[in-house]
């Protein structure tokens, strides 16, 4: 991997090696008042983190105080959650809608993104702004219709009806990310396959699939993150806690009215599903930061 | 048969078969998308040229462009369409501000530099329904941490109900979207900082730049393709809105934004019709804006599709 992306602006940012001279003069000799300015960005990043945390560890009067540190910590709220079967019904059903769109976008946008980044082809540049434009495309222009013709068909309130036009969303998302990745696998590879009598898919399989795991797995991340996050379309093509996701479980957890609303428990469940979002960013933290800015600077 | 005119004719041979694979090999993701987005788009425009009849299910008459006349002569669309506008605008400025400044901190060589990377992404992970309801419990009355902050300090905002007040709803949900989408501009605007070259920065140094002239004269002026992108995908973004209203306020209190209106119209009220125009105005407004960013501003946009071709 780091020999592939040695030109990447990304890489220098992930390997810190490799990072140009200039950054490394001066190092920790850092003005007090830049400090301040690290510590406020710390700050503001961490601090409603912690809130959350807090409000999740009250419970009854405690929720209406501003205690710092809750004087009496409860788990009780998490209790409630891991005990409410709409939340696990939920959570399996985001596990599967994301495992199974992630899964397939990559299958079908890495054959587009090899086409786009290697092989000649007419009206290339169209064909990428066409797929570029529909990153664009606010969600509720497909939601809309989607509604009526999912209730015609039956596929409202399903699963499956939920993968279909998240795929829609995942797919510009993976090609484009993808494209920038095999672009960076040097051409030398393929043509030594091409001497030895390799058709271009052959070459694609063999010799660009192999070497692009690393950049698949950067556009898993990233496709499966926006899958898991995606609201729009989840609250309008659905009904029931059976087809429910997550986020919208949990803007739905509010209860009756608004008045009531158990704002320890949401929170409780908001820490849940976050924990594993953390983690995916400690351990995958290199791969998403170039993932994300893949493409976005010509290196 | 001579070689010299076997040779040409085999490469484009090759050719051929090379534009027929890429053809096959974009075509199912090219389908996908023509059938689950263009389609239903279609769809929705037909949608929006009927009257529905709320009882009986099926009953439908061809009205032409009534709904939109409905629409846009309704304070409902309007006030949609501003609101949405003020919170692209105070949401995207403030991340590209804070964005480049996160991206000059990110770029400094210090210890503790690796650790500053990861606390600053974390928020970008957050799903955006609970980044409203961490939000939420910030400013939430007399538990929220920024309430409480600000009425021991005795200043203005403590003993608002902040999501129940025009204004400072608006400025919660500005915030929360601030909060989990700097991260983004900021590593964009990264990767466009660590392309300037260190020479470039020697020369300024040589002529005897200040640090703040430097920045203005030099950093800047390079950083503007990475800045404008940035921009480009947050407002594309931003103009979307919907998680951040509909948790936090259902759109009540200035901040129901297009999306959220289209939305309620269409499932709360069961106006196919009037959903269904509506949400064609929010489709048109983002291409819209679009448009004029990528032909104004996206001059880096337009260059990376030239070398494509």
């Known amino acids: 991997m780091s020999t592939l992306t ?13 990072a140009p001279k200039r950054r490394l003069r001066g190092e920790s000799k850092l003005h007090p008042l830049v400090w301040v300015f690290v510590v406020a960005v710390m700050a503001f990043s961490l601090i409603p983190f912690y809130w959350l945390v807090n409000t999740s560890l009250k419970k009854g009067a405690s929720l209406s105080n501003g205690e710092l540190f809750p004087s009496q910590p409860t788990l009780e709220n ?76 039956g596929l409202y309130d399903t699963l499956l009806g939920l993968i279909i036009p998240k795929l829609t969303f ?4 993976a090609i484009y990310t993808l494209t920038s990745f095999f672009k960076e696998i040097p051409r030398e590879l393929e043509e030594s396959a091409y001497m030895d009598g390799a058709t271009p898919f052959v070459a694609f399989r063999k010799v660009i699939l192999p070497l692009a795991v690393p950049g698949l ?76 800015t893949a493409g976005a600077v010509k290196g | 048969m001579a070689t010299k005119t076997m040779a040409p004719s085999r490469v484009s041979g090759r050719d051929r078969a090379e534009r027929r694979l890429a053809l096959r090999m974009t075509a199912p993701s090219l389908v996908i998308m023509a059938l689950v987005a263009a389609v239903p788009i ?65 770029n400094l060589a210090f210890k503790g530099r690796a650790v500053l990377r990861t606390v600053v992404l974390l928020p970008y992970a957050i799903i955006t329904v609970v980044s409203a309801i961490t939000w939420q419990t910030m400013f939430q009355p007399n538990m929220g941490l920024v309430t409480n902050v600000l009425s021991t300090l005795g200043l203005p905002g403590g003993d608002v109900v902040w999501l129940g007040e025009h204004g400072y709803a608006m ?16 590593l964009i605007i990264l990767a466009g900082l660590q392309v300037i070259s260190a020479e470039t920065y020697e020369a300024a140094e040589l002529d005897g730049a200040s640090k703040w002239q430097t920045f203005v004269n030099i950093t800047l002026p390079l950083l503007r ?13 931003a103009l979307r809105v919907f998680d951040l209203p509909f948790v936090l306020t259902r759109g009540a209190n200035g901040t129901e934004s297009m999306s959220m209106l289209a939305y309620t ?8 019709g009037e959903g269904s125009a509506l949400s064609i105005l929010t489709f048109l407004t983002v291409m819209v804006v679009s448009v004029i960013y990528v032909r104004f501003a996206g001059g880096n946009i337009r260059d990376v599709a030239k070398e494509e071709q």
């Open chain 1, 6 to 18: 040695a030109e990447r602006p990304t890489a220098a940012l992930a390997t810190r090696s490799k």
């Open chain 2, 225 to 237: 393709p990475a800045i404008v992108l940035a921009a480009i995908f947050r407002t594309m973004d």
């Open chain 1, 170 to 173: 995942a797919l510009p998302l």
């Open chain 2, 42 to 106: 279609g769809y929705a425009i037909w949608l929006s040229l009927n009257q529905y009849s709320v009882r009986t299910a099926g009953l439908s008459r061809f009205v032409g462009l009534e709904n939109y006349i409905t629409a846009l002569s309704s304070s409902e669309w309007w006030a949609a369409f501003g609101q949405t506008f003020l919170f692209a605008g105070l949401s995207v400025s403030l991340e590209l501000v804070l964005g480049t400044a996160m991206a000059l901190l990110l």
């Open chain 2, 171 to 186: 400025a919660v949900i500005v915030m929360a979207d601030v909060w989990k989408t700097t991260p983004f501009a900021a």
């Open chain 1, 78 to 153: 998490y209790l409630v959650v891991f005990q409410n079967p709409e939340f696990l019904l939920a959570l399996r059903n985001s596990v599967i809608i994301a495992v199974v769109t992630t899964t397939v976008a990559l299958v079908f946008a890495s054959f587009a993104a090899y086409a786009l980044a290697r092989l000649k082809m007419r009206r290339k540049a169209m064909i990428l702004t066409l797929i570029l434009s529909v990153t664009t495309f606010p969600a509720i222009a497909i939601a809309a219709p989607m509604f009526s013709i999912w209730r015609e068909i």
């Open chain 1, 217 to 292: 797995a950067t556009t898993a991340i990233l496709v499966f993150i926006s899958v898991w996050n995606e609201f729009l379309l989840a609250v309008t093509l659905t009904t029931s806690p059976e087809s429910r996701p997550v986020p919208v479980a949990i803007a739905f957890f509010s209860g009756t009215s608004e008045f009531d609303q158990p704002l320890g428990t949401i929170s409780a469940a908001s820490v849940i599903i976050t924990v594993p979002l953390v983690i995916l960013v400690l351990v995958c933290q290199k791969r998403i930061v170039s993932g994300m």
């Open chain 2, 265 to 272: 119209q269409l499932r709360e009220n069961r106006l196919v």
